[in-house]
């Protein structure tokens, strides 16, 4: 019969809640969670609990809200006796002493197939370098960033047409039932782990300039970046001097090529060029008005 693990979980955002929700459904005990404070949201900046805290509280679990795991922090989890720490997307470092408190140290879940994409932006990462796969890792945590050995991994195929929001959303789900995977072998003893093998690549945090279109790229290239950084911090390119965000791009087939960086309208298709064929704008954010499909936001700057 499996053991049942006392378990502290760290997380922040919307990705990490499948795996709170699995975990507090499974025969283990989440006795705290630990997340980011509230912080401010929107356009008046209101303070807003994380996604995990707010479904931490609607299932009545301790919460610690800090966004540094030091102090005051360190000794609320200390003293709820956790035999293993579980983290994904928590957003702040784990170091000792905190590291070593639970009796089997922390796992974490990453989304990415460790080594490759090392870093708090692997899922963005990976689909702004063209990868045709990713998946989730499930890794003993180290002082090192996302080195430890790993417990169990799973591999999930990139659509071409895939945003970054998306693929999250569907890892988060599948990460999450290898994560309780992994949690009730290390309850019952059966788990190993192996080192990691390969190539390292770091998916450093991704900065609004990330999101900068360069049509002098071919194709692919932009619209890779595009889906990359759908829907955070968003791609965007600058049209007689005004910012406009694009949401939703697709490469044009079939149609004479662009200058790179010139816009067209073929038929009811806005085109863009690029290095090889043209991009088609689907949908679009212009500067001050809500996001709009881009054959509309065309004839609005044409016929203002």
């Known amino acids: ?30 006795v705290g969670v630990v997340t980011r404070e509230d912080s401010p949201q929107g356009r008046r900046g209101t303070l807003t609990a994380t996604p ?10 301790p919460v610690i809200k800090a966004n540094r795991l030091v102090g005051d922090a360190t000794e609320r989890v200390q003293q709820l006796r956790p035999d293993l720490g579980v983290i ?21 879940l990453h989304f990415s197939l460790l080594p490759r994409w090392r870093g708090a932006a ?3 990462r990976a689909i702004m370098a063209g990868d045709d796969v990713t998946g989730a890792t499930v890794f003993q945590l ?9 417990f169990g991994r799973m591999t999930e195929p990139i659509g071409a047409h895939q945003t970054a929001g998306r693929l999250l959303e569907s890892l ?3 990460g999450a039932e290898l994560l309780l995977r992994v949690v009730d072998a290390l309850a019952d003893g059966t788990a ?11 998916a450093p945090k991704l900065t609004l300039h990330d999101g900068l279109l360069d049509f002098t790229q071919p194709a692919h290239v932009v619209h890779d970046l595009i889906r990359g950084v759908t829907p955070e911090p968003g791609a965007f390119t600058t049209i007689d001097g005004a910012r406009l965000k694009v949401i939703e791009a697709a490469i044009a087939r079939d149609v004479p090529r662009l200058a790179p960086g010139v816009f067209d309208l073929a038929g009811k298709s806005v085109l863009v060029g690029t290095a090889t064929e043209p991009l088609e704008l689907l949908v679009v954010h212009p500067a001050g008005r809500k996001a709009m499909d881009a054959a509309s936001w065309w004839r609005g700057r044409v016929n203002p």
């Open 1 to 30: 019969m499996m053991s049942s693990l006392r378990l502290v979980f760290a997380g922040s955002p919307a990705a990490a809640v499948p795996s709170l929700s699995l975990l507090a459904e499974s025969p283990h005990e989440i």
């Open 142 to 150: 180290v002082p090192e960033l996302d080195a430890g050995d790993v």
């Open 172 to 174: 988060s789900s599948s």
């Open 122 to 124: 692997p899922v963005q």
């Open 192 to 202: 190993r782990a192996e080192a990691q093998v390969g190539d390292v690549t770091l």
């Open 88 to 108: 994904v997307a928590y957003g702040g470092l784990v170091r000792e002493p905190l590291l070593s408190t639970p009796r089997l140290g922390w796992i974490n």
């Open 52 to 61: 995990v805290a707010v479904e931490a509280e609607r299932r009545g679990i």
